[in-house]
């Protein structure tokens, strides 16, 4: 059984189908759909974090590079990020 974002993307190419800006040429559009999803997984992560998850985990970050007792000098060894390049990865995540 497909996840939901493989029909996600099944159901966006059967729409662009529908619309007539795109022609699937194959018989087993799940396949094509599971292919287009697993590409991806490298870059989002599957299962999805909610906004809820982005949010905590960005005031995780800004909260542990802000205390020394957390971040101290050795956290750039064992996570292989700098505070400051952990406060740019925090403002990449979304405020909910």
Sequence with gaps: ?????????????????????LVITTSVPLQLAGRIRNRIANEVPIPPISKTERTAIR???????????????????????????????AAKLPIE
């Design 59 to 89: 005031s995780l970050i800004y909260r542990a590079v802000n205390d020394t007792r957390i971040f101290d000098f050795e956290m750039p060894t064992l996570t292989g990020l700098t505070a400051e390049e952990f406060n740019d990865l």
């Design 1 to 21: 059984m497909p996840d939901t974002v493989t029909e996600a993307i099944l159901d966006a190419l059967t729409c662009m189908e529908e619309e007539e800006e």
